[in-house]
């Protein structure tokens, strides 16, 4: 049975999130290096900072560049699920960087259906672009059409929520 056939929301206007490129890692150390320069990061830091996550397993702090909407005094932050993110589990304290000093945040992973669905909403309302790398197009009426989000949410997509400690 095809995703769009169980898909209670109709038909997905897309195939789902992006793949990451090969070229990803260089992409990544490119926008990590923006973020760095002072009247840049001003501009650029309005929808993307630097995530430093640190690994469970290794103690290696892992910098992952993120776009972020801003919602009811928290951060979201909408992604397929990535290796990084099993690193927030269980409420983890991460830093984030948006053009200043790093900030200290409680991670809250959401994965189940309803919050993903209500979260994404909020975060493809915000930002087009973020939306359409994570698959999710619009409806006719320029809302972010359920059918693609909750197909997002099939293939692994999740919603990090950064509350300020």
């Given amino acids: ?15 789902g999130p992006e793949p ?3 070229y990803q890692n260089r992409v990544n150390t490119f926008v990590r290096g923006l973020l760095k320069v002072p009247v840049v990061s001003r501009i650029v830091g309005k929808r993307l900072a630097t995530l430093h ?17 801003v919602h009811e005094g928290t ?7 990535r290796p ?3 690193n927030l589990r269980g409420g983890a304290d991460v830093r984030l960087t948006r053009g200043g000093e790093p900030e200290t945040f409680t991670a809250t992973v959401h994965s189940d259906e309803a ?10 309302r915000d930002n087009k672009q ?3 790398f994570n698959g999710i197009g619009y409806t006719a009426d320029g809302e972010p059409s359920k059918a693609d989000i ?16």
């Fill in 115 to 124: 919050a993903v669905l209500d979260l994404y909403t909020v975060i493809a």
């Fill in 75 to 81: 951060l979201l932050i909408g992604t397929v699920l």
């Fill in 150 to 165: 909750y197909q997002t949410w099939r293939q692994g997509g999740v919603v990090v929520q950064l509350t300020p400690r």
């Fill in 53 to 69: 996550v640190t690994g469970r397993k290794s103690g290696k702090v892992y910098d992952i560049p993120v776009a972020y909407t």
């Fill in 1 to 15: 049975m095809s995703v769009s056939s169980e898909n209670p929301y109709g038909t997905p206007t897309t195939t």
């Fill in 84 to 86: 990084w993110v099993k």
């Fill in 20 to 22: 990451l490129r090969p």
């Fill in 130 to 132: 973020n939306a359409k």
